[in-house]
């Protein structure tokens, strides 16, 4: 399940449950309650009631986000979430099948989250199990094979139209599974609108 939680969203985790987490750099976290927990002193955290009550947006109400498949002959991939700021993709291989990632503007997060993967980047060539991320400098393509059967997980800054838009339509997905993914139509034609009109979000997404 794929969850894109908006700036001012207030969100918690329960007990036994596994998220993968990607977001927009941001240093500023505003703690509601912390459940009383304590630090291995004792010590309990400051919580920042006037300042996070006061970005909270009560219309809020993220939903599950279905996945978009794309067109692949050796592997099963789908979008989980797209917007200006990052994209994942869900990349599943069966033992020994392989994919190319084709290189982007941006750096690309590489986490398998089941299996164990091998990456031959222009010769250099490295491996990744359950758990472990590599990140591929901008630019950088590589040749992912599944060691076993294995399910990785992909995140970088999109351009929107050659990257995601154009991919997605090509396999059959209408407009509205794409608004569904986060992404503003107007910016995967236009790009250059966003930087005009919108604010600068710290979102977050939550897969699992």
């Known amino acids: 399940m794929t969850v894109l939680i908006p ?7 329960g007990a036994g449950i596994l998220i ?4 927009q750099p941001s240093n500023v976290t505003f703690r509601l309650d912390d459940w009383g927990r304590v630090d291995a002193a004792g010590m309990t955290r400051a919580l920042h009631h006037r300042e996070g009550l006061a970005l ?3 219309l809020s109400r993220p ?3 279905p996945r978009v498949p794309l067109r692949d002959a050796t592997a099963d991939r789908a979008l989980l979430v797209a917007t200006s ?7 599943a291989l069966a033992e020994d099948a392989a994919v190319r990632l084709a290189p982007v503007d941006s750096p690309q997060v590489l ?8 990456l031959d980047a222009s010769g250099w060539v490295g491996s990744a199990a359950a758990g472990e991320t590599v990140v591929l400098p901008a630019g950088q393509g590589a040749r992912l094979t599944a060691r076993r059967d294995s399910v990785v997980l992909r995140g970088w800054v999109p351009n929107l139209e050659r990257e995601v ?25 236009d790009p250059s609108r966003r930087a005009a ?12």
Request: aromatic content about 4%; charged content about 15%; hydrophobic content about 45%.
């Open 7 to 13: 700036a001012g969203t207030p969100h918690a985790l």
């Open 20 to 23: 993968y987490e990607i977001q």
């Open 56 to 58: 909270v947006d009560p």
């Open 63 to 65: 939903e599950p986000i």
């Open 85 to 91: 700021y990052f994209a994942l993709e869900r990349i």
């Open 111 to 118: 986490t398998p989250i089941a299996g164990a993967v091998l």
């Open 165 to 189: 838009s154009t991919p997605a339509r090509s396999a059959g997905a209408p407009d509205a599974a794409l608004r569904s993914l986060g992404v503003l139509l107007s910016d995967a034609v």
């Open 197 to 208: 009109h919108e604010p600068v979000q710290r979102s977050a997404v939550n897969s699992c």
